[in-house]
């Protein structure tokens, strides 16, 4: 056990013999597979940013969020490290989050528009949001090794989603090329050659068994994509409720 009383896991061995999304999600937290990202991540957590001076960090991987009955998948990027690596939840507690979450309140796919904290009352309806790396990495830039040491947290999380998702949002370039390895690997036959990123990509994914996949691209909510109006508000909200309807995910009209 590590100090905070999750399982100290070395790395992401045995991960298919996960019963369920919270027993994922508890494995998931106390994972210790890639050392540069242990050691960023809990460097943050000691040293804090001032603004942040009187909060006790998570410090930990960040699993997903939301219903274990999702339909639509949100898969991101990684922990930002004053975010979600400091309140434990997927795109909290920085701006990027602020606009997705205030984006799917305005679609109808949360219970409110802010996400402060892991114990702000916040619920999804019918979409989690996930990420290719569970770490806060130095920069912002997860290496290609840490993404795929990763991945099998990932893949875990789609064929525990399977029975229910049916359709998933990608956002930014790096999440595309992480997440498709895994809906392949998960099930779904991904294109040959792949299907290159892009803002409104649409794509297919067919299931040999059960049913298909709708995968949409869209940019990354970073501060640096929605400062310059790369990507706008009304460019988010377009894509998030071509998703969600397309997963069959409860939108507001």
């Known amino acids: 056990m590590d100090p905070s009383g999750l399982p100290d896991s070395s790395a992401p061995s045995g991960v298919h013999d996960v019963p369920s999304l919270s027993a994922l999600d508890r494995r998931i937290a106390g994972c210790r597979a890639c050392p540069r990202l242990v050691d960023w991540r809990e460097e943050v957590a000691r040293t804090k940013r001032a603004a942040f001076a009187d909060w006790t960090y998570w410090g930990r991987p960040v699993p997903g969020f939301g ?12 922990p930002a490290a004053h975010g979600g690596n400091r309140t434990g939840r997927m795109f909290t507690g920085d701006r990027s989050g602020d ?7 305005d679609v109808g ?18 979409v989690r949001v996930t990420s290719p790396v569970h770490c806060a990495p130095p920069a912002n830039r997860p290496t290609p090794a840490e993404r795929d040491t990763c991945r099998p947290w990932l893949l875990q999380e789609l064929r525990l989603l399977r029975p229910t998702v049916r359709a ?13 390895p895994a809906f392949a690997e998960a099930g779904w036959t991904v294109p040959r ?13 067919p299931a040999p068994e ?18 310059t109006g790369k990507l706008t508000p009304a460019m988010l909200r377009e894509v998030l409720r071509t998703a969600a309807e397309a997963a069959g995910a409860p939108t507001r009209k």
């Open 99 to 105: 606009v997705l979450y205030e984006a799917l309140y």
């Open 168 to 180: 998933a949002l990608v956002l930014g370039a790096f999440g595309w090329q992480a997440a498709l």
């Open 210 to 227: 059960g049913d298909d996949l709708h995968l949409f691209g869209c940019f990354h909510v970073s501060q640096r994509n929605t400062f």
């Open 109 to 126: 796919l949360a219970s409110q528009p802010t996400s402060a904290h892991a114990e702000d009352g916040l619920e999804l309806y019918g």
């Open 193 to 205: 050659p792949r299907p290159a990123f892009a803002h409104g990509t649409r794509v297919t994914l």
């Open 67 to 78: 219903p274990p009955d999702a339909r639509l998948l949100i898969v991101g990027l990684a």
